[in-house]
């Protein structure tokens, strides 16, 4: 049985007259009346009784309408979703990202794109770049929000979606908490903590570049593999530490964000997803990206 012959006994039964369904079909009437035979004889029952007046559904024939129906509603169920998913307006996003990257304007983009495409779900896998740049290759996340530097872009689409400036973070209570703007100098005499070099080599070296230019040679008494975990240390009291802006979005217990004077390389974070990945989702994603979170300096 195939599905021109539901819907052929349902207009049949919804009509209750052959010359009507016909109509309602785009078809004469004598291949349609065969065809509702053929499908009794396939059944073994009779579905509708027929007078030369009248024509009315048998017990067995209001049991098949029902189930004739629900069978056509989800034919017409999947085309419509299969064709939505086509178009992006149904899916699921998975996406990537590194700590400081929701810590700035990336949970409004998220917001942004929920509430134009409430049909989409998206979800997000937080993890250093490394490991977002290698779930990324594999497809398990189709787009990730990372720091490029000595990180290799092959087979990649880059835009960068913020620039932003280094502050300092230094302990509730600390000396240099007082000071409106302290100076790269001011830091000459304090432990400090930061990243690991492996993280980031060449940023690493040259912030410690430009302290050295400044007078500052004290040592990095602990290293953490992210921008929270230095900041844990900060809040433990170990030093202080250079830091993105969008730090102070965290709003640590025990950790006083300021200002510093000084120019020190500026903190770029990265959307990047597979040259090759044209789907219409992550294409929409993308220009929603694009106006919620426009690169600043």
Do not use: C, Y
Request: hydrophobic content about 45%; proline content about 5%; glycine content about 8%.
């Amino acid at each position: 049985m195939e599905l021109r012959d539901f819907r052929s006994f349902v207009a049949v039964a919804e009509e209750l007259h052959f010359g009507r369904a016909a109509q309602r079909l785009h078809m004469s009437q004598p291949p349609l009346s065969q065809q509702i035979r053929r499908i009794e004889k396939e059944l073994g029952v009779l579905l509708l009784n027929r007078t030369t007046r009248r024509v009315w559904l048998t017990g067995a024939g209001s049991a098949f309408l029902h189930r004739a129906r629900e069978i056509l509603d989800r034919v017409e169920r999947a085309v419509e979703v299969t064709r939505a998913v086509g178009r992006g307006e149904i899916g699921n996003l998975r996406i990537g990202a590194i700590g400081p990257a929701m810590d700035g304007r990336l949970p409004a983009a998220i917001r942004a794109f929920r509430e134009r495409f409430p049909r989409i779900s998206v979800s997000v896998d937080e993890a250093p770049t490394s490991q977002l740049l290698e779930s990324l290759r594999s497809g398990r996340v189709q787009m990730a929000f990372v720091r490029l530097t000595d990180h290799d872009r092959s087979g990649l689409d880059v835009d960068v979606i913020s620039r932003e400036k280094r502050i300092l973070a230094v302990p509730e209570g600390h000396r240099l908490a007082g000071l409106r703007r302290p100076t790269l100098r001011s830091l000459r005499t304090e432990a400090r903590v930061a990243l690991s070099r492996h993280v980031q080599p060449t940023i690493h070296d040259e912030i410690v570049r430009v302290l050295h230019d400044a007078g500052v040679e004290s040592p990095v008494v602990q290293e953490a593999s992210t921008v929270h975990g230095v900041i844990a240390l900060v809040a433990a009291g170990l030093g202080v530490a250079l830091v993105p802006a969008s730090a102070a979005h965290t709003a640590r217990q025990g950790v006083r964000f300021m200002p510093i004077a000084g120019r020190l390389p500026p903190v770029e974070i990265s959307a990047a997803w597979l040259q090759h990945d044209h789907s219409p989702l992550l294409r929409m994603f993308r220009g929603v990206v694009g106006e919620a979170v426009a690169p600043s300096d």
